[in-house]
């Protein structure tokens, strides 16, 4: 396994907007797959210890996923995620918000586009984040840095068992 992969997070306050760019050591197909399958997202998504548990997904324009976080003592944190472009195998995108149980939107929300390429062997996977709020992307920036940053990891490790 490739041990210098590339991983770079940038926070753009004035545009609302962050960043992310982070190589794998595992094709294309699996990457893809780990990011549009509930069955994969669900075993690397939420950072240690917490859990992710899809409880629906239905990956295509005008699809959704509505999933939980769920803490070590039972506390579910439920986010919607609806699919608004899908080009198989190089990019989608989704409107993000959390909500409630009942699939009731928080809003505001955000705007995600993750884009992915392949190049001899290592795939990397570029996000674009833009927060319709500047408050909401303030409020949680320090913990989704943390968490998303454990997640990834969460990804290579698991990349690594299924190649």
Same mark, same amino acid.
């Given at each position: 396994m490739k041990s210098n992969l590339f991983f770079d997070f940038i926070v753009d306050k004035e545009n609302k907007t962050i960043y992310i760019k982070r190589e794998f050591d595992a094709p294309l197909d699996l990457v893809w797959d780990a990011f549009t399958k509930p069955e994969l997202l669900d075993q690397w998504v939420a950072p240690v210890p917490y859990t992710s548990r899809t409880k629906h997904m239905n990956f295509e324009v005008g699809g959704k996923r509505f999933y939980a976080m769920v803490s070590p003592d039972g506390q579910e944190s439920w986010a919607l995620q609806r699919y608004t472009f899908i080009s198989p195998k190089t990019n989608f995108k989704l409107h993000n918000t959390f909500a409630d149980?009942?699939?009731?939107?928080? %809003?505001?929300?955000?705007?995600?586009?993750?884009?992915?390429?392949?190049?001899?062997?290592?795939?990397?996977?570029?996000?674009?984040?833009?927060?319709?709020?500047?408050?909401?992307?303030?409020? %949680? %920036?320090?913990?989704f840095k943390l968490g998303f940053t454990a997640s990834l990891e969460n990804l290579e490790n698991l990349l690594a068992t299924l190649k």
């Open positions: 149980k009942d699939e009731n939107p928080e %809003l505001p929300g955000s705007e995600w586009d993750y884009n992915f390429r392949e190049q001899n062997g290592i795939t990397e996977v570029s996000i674009t984040i833009y927060n319709e709020s500047f408050d909401r992307m303030e409020r %949680l %920036l320090e913990g």
